[in-house]
């Protein structure tokens, strides 16, 4: 079979990997406590419910505009401008499959053959894949200490050829929040220096703490003028993962390219999990408010055993489901590490090579 080099060279998911094993291990009859898994375990409103029922009952369910339901546009126009203190238009917003889509429209928007895309580690490991996907090439940032980027150590990555610098704050994987201070000179660099900055800002209603993060929209003057990219999502902050629909915010004539490359791919979103996208927004934040509490609870529980065991270094995370544990002083090989942690405690684990992160940072 004659196979592309993209499709040899991708990796799995690692956490899809990981949730099969686990699903495995159960239908064995093992006991299984499955710590890489990335979704909420809440279930959908019985509003949302309720209002996706009605859709259905109407024996309507057709194409939507490429770049999604202009009601639902406005209503993301309206719920974000709320809680990044904005001005953006339904025009500046591409409706997609998931942010995964947006941030493979983002790149396949504005990625060359050659082009660098700084990616801040640790860091989700689709990004490296994606950068692949466009033939992009990917700079690693990796932290000089405590698992936050450093803002000299960024810049001296950048090159000719920085096309975009990708920030995942809260982080997925270490559920930490990147310091404001960072996150404003990283944008008003790029502002300055035309590079673009996709702000993956998935898990920006999940946050544990009492931190209070700004909103990025501060630090540009304009959005239609701006190399700002923000991809967000639905599945995470109202446990909606399964709908697949996320919403990039960006300048309206970035947002056009974006919606041509996204016809080419899939078209648009399904009408039914764009329905059921606007009526949890009806809903409002208070029902993310309630999603935060469970996450705390059991981070905190975490937290609390993870303080017993000797030799293990760690930053509590602040934001996310994600806690980054450095077992280095027990085993150095994390795929090892990860293995044995199935094998001898039954607890699924994502290693730490899969974020760009071998050894400790902490
Ligand atoms: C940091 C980050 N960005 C993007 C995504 C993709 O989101 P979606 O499932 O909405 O495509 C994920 C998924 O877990 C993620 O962790």
Not at 271 to 287: H, N, P, T, V
Not at 300 to 323: C, G, M
């Amino acid at each position: 079979m004659q196979l592309s080099k993209i499709a040899i060279s991708l990796k799995p998911s690692a956490t899809l990997k990981l949730n099969e094993l686990s699903s495995k291990l159960k239908s064995e009859g093992k006991d299984i406590i499955h710590l890489g898994g990335r979704e909420p375990e809440f279930d959908i409103s019985d509003y949302v419910i309720k209002k996706i029922e009605e859709k259905i009952r109407t024996k309507r369910i057709k194409y939507t505009p490429a770049s999604g339901i202009q009601e639902l546009k406005e209503k993301v126009a309206f719920y974000c401008n709320d809680i990044y203190q904005t001005s953006i238009k339904p025009d500046n917003i591409v409706i997609s499959s998931g942010a995964e889509q947006c941030i493979y429209n983002f790149l396949m928007s504005t990625v060359d053959p050659g082009d660098e895309v700084i990616i801040l580690a640790p860091y989700w490991f689709s990004y490296t894949e994606i950068v692949s996907m466009v033939y992009g090439t990917s700079v690693i940032v990796k932290p000089k200490k405590r698992l936050i980027p450093d803002f000299d150590e960024v810049l001296s990555h950048i090159t000719s050829h920085t096309k975009a610098i990708l920030i995942n704050s809260s982080n997925n994987s270490t559920g930490l929040v990147y310091p404001n201070e960072l996150i404003e000179k990283i944008i008003k660099y790029c502002e300055e220096n035309n590079i673009y900055v996709l702000m993956d800002f998935i898990y920006d209603q999940l946050i544990l703490d009492n931190i209070k993060i700004k909103s990025p929209f501060l630090y540009i003057n304009d959005i239609d003028s701006s190399n700002l990219v923000l991809a967000n999502r639905f599945s995470k902050s109202f446990a909606m993962t399964g709908f697949r629909i996320g919403f990039s915010i960006s300048s309206e004539e970035l947002a056009k390219r974006m919606i041509k490359i996204q016809t080419q791919m899939t078209s648009y979103p399904t009408e039914l999990s764009q329905i059921a996208c606007l009526r949890a927004l009806e809903e409002g934040k208070d029902f993310s408010i309630r999603l935060i509490q469970n996450p705390r609870k059991k981070r905190d529980i975490l937290f609390n055993e993870l303080s017993k065991i000797k030799k293990i270094k760690y930053i509590k995370s602040q934001a996310t489901f994600y806690n980054f544990i450095d077992f280095s002083e027990y085993e150095k090989d994390s795929p090892k590490l990860s293995q044995l942690l199935i094998k001898n405690a039954g607890v699924v684990t994502v290693p730490g090579i899969e974020f760009a992160m071998k050894r400790k940072k902490l």
